[in-house]
T-cell receptor, first 111, second 113 residues
Framework: GENVEQHPSTLSVQEGDSAVIKCTYS??????FPWYKQELGKRPQLIID???NVGEKKDQRIAVTLNKTAKHFSLHITETQPEDSAVYFC??????????WGAGTKLIIKP | NAGVMQNPRHLVRRRGQEARLRCSPM?????VYWYRQLPEEGLKFMVY????????ESGMPKERFSAEFPKEGPSILRIQQVVRGDSAAYFC???????????FGQGTRLTVV
């Protein structure tokens, strides 16, 4: 079955700098790759997603890139702000509904 | 649209008791998914239901766990004879189709003492 690995587990960046979180997946049939942000004690919230027919997608300070050949995708956050501090999860879907999640990255924004 | 509603938000059960977790999907959504999240881990798929049907329960333990989504009312995740290892956050998500772009509820945090 699908396996999603996420790195790093913790990422600390200076406010204003960029943050990059990387995920790899194992099943080449995966075609949907969302990223979720989860604040402590709260629900995961979808922040951006990408499908396998595109290589990059951008939404203001957030972008996701997908390399299907290498089977990895990355989340890029530019001009980080204190409110970006949270745990970020990547996920992959090989079919219409089941999401396989990475283990999460705790992003710390240092003032 | 109130979003996906889960209750209770927090549930404490003694070992051996039953836990019932409820999920009301967003209006117009007929697809419900349950996920479990252990501390400092990602979400693990448990079960996917449509109204009156279990589509995929491959992520659910074979014993003590069951789920339903009746024609009327919320989806229920039921855990019988709870053990300490069942302590986790249980999230429900819903979508209007079978697509994975789902909206999550606030979760139920189950603590087994």
């Amino acid at each position: 079955g699908e396996n999603v690995e996420q790195h790093p587990s913790t990422l600390s960046v200076q406010e204003g700098d960029s943050a990059v979180i990387k995920c790899t997946y194992s099943d080449s049939a995966s075609n949907y790759f969302p990223w979720y942000k989860q604040e402590l004690g709260k629900r995961p919230q979808l922040i951006i997603d990408i499908r396998s027919n595109v290589g990059e997608k951008k939404d203001q300070r957030i972008a996701v890139t997908l390399n299907k050949t290498a089977k990895h995708f990355s989340l890029h956050i530019t001009e980080t702000q204190p409110e970006d501090s949270a745990v970020y999860f990547c996920a992959a879907s090989t079919d219409n509904y089941q999401l396989i999640w990475g283990a999460g990255t705790k992003l710390i924004i240092k003032p | 649209n109130a979003g996906v509603m889960q209750n209770p938000r927090h549930l404490v059960r003694r070992r051996g008791q039953e836990a019932r977790l409820r999920c009301s999907p967003m209006k117009g959504h007929s697809h419900v998914y349950w996920y479990r999240q252990l501390p400092e881990e990602g979400l693990k798929f448990m079960v996917y239901l449509q109204k009156e049907n279990i589509i995929d329960e491959s992520g659910m333990p074979k014993e003590r766990f069951s789920a339903e989504f009746p024609k009327e009312g919320p989806s229920i995740l039921r855990i019988q004879q709870v053990v300490r290892g069942d302590s986790a956050a249980y999230f429900c998500a819903s979508s209007p189709t079978g697509a994975p772009e789902a909206f999550f509820g606030q979760g139920t945090r189950l603590t087994v003492v």
